[in-house]
């Protein structure tokens, strides 16, 4: 069956723009998570969501961050201003419930020049 | 909070048995443990979760003292394709806030 799609799988933009990453959860997986991995490091909470609520979105670096999953389905992961900083792949999860194994997509390569 | 603390690095042969520790001193009472695996330009793959005692699947076992501070993932017979890297996940219980924090990994090598 489908597992998570993250789109693009790359992504390259200049410091100060604007970027947003798509993921597709699993089908019927309420809970869904974005992490930020840097290399060689294990990956970094973000926010996650039950439903569309974010149920906790204690990770997000500062405001210009942010997450929706407005139909509890699709997320969209939002930064604002990027700064070099910021560069690292970005992972997405889904499980059937809170709590559940994590089912991950590959993630996005995101690189700010 | 709860933080995880794994060996950074581990070799093994092919064939052999491989026993991953992952200690979590501060483990909430709600939380599960969880392992994952990831290989390069991947996300990583559930292996197995448990509460407490013993899990066993197809793949790995997970044993986890009465204290809950500490657990270890075990991988019988070893094979090349199981070179990885290897996280310890707690927290996120089924009816708590606790929040989500990957170990910083351990990465395995397993030599023919």
């Known amino acids: 069956g489908a597992g998570v799609s993250q789109t693009p799988s790359n992504k390259v933009t200049e410091k100060g723009k604007y970027v947003e990453l798509r993921c597709d959860p699993i089908?019927?997986?309420?809970?869904l998570y974005w992490y930020r991995q840097s290399l060689g490091q294990g990956p970094e909470f973000l926010i996650y969501?039950?439903?569309?609520?974010?149920?906790?979105d204690s990770g997000l670096p500062n405001d210009r961050f942010f997450a929706v999953r407005p139909e509890g389905s699709v997320s969209t992961l939002k930064i604002q201003r990027t700064e070099r900083g910021d560069s690292a792949v970005y992972l997405c999860?889904?499980?059937?419930?809170?709590?559940?194994?994590?089912?991950f997509g590959d993630g996005t390569r995101l690189s700010i020049l | 909070l709860a933080k995880t603390t794994q060996p950074i690095s581990m070799d093994s042969y092919e064939g052999q048995e491989v026993n991953i520790t992952c200690s979590h001193n501060?483990?909430?009472?709600?939380?599960?443990i969880t392992w994952y695996q990831q290989f390069p330009s991947q996300g990583p793959r559930f292996i197995i979760q448990g509460y407490k005692t013993k899990v066993t699947n197809e793949v790995a076992s997970l044993f986890i003292p009465a204290d809950r501070k500490s657990s270890t993932l075990s991988l019988p017979r070893v094979s090349l394709s199981d070179t990885a890297v290897y996280y310890c996940?707690?927290?996120?219980?089924?009816?708590?806030?606790?929040?989500?924090?990957f170990g910083s990994g351990t990465r395995l090598s397993i030599r023919p």
């Open positions: 996940l707690v927290g996120v219980g089924y009816s708590s806030a606790s929040k989500i924090i």
């Open positions: 969501f039950q439903g569309t609520g974010a149920a906790d």
């Open positions: 501060n483990i909430a009472t709600n939380d599960y």
């Open positions: 089908s019927g997986h309420t809970a």
């Open positions: 999860a889904s499980s059937l419930a809170v709590g559940g194994p994590q089912h």
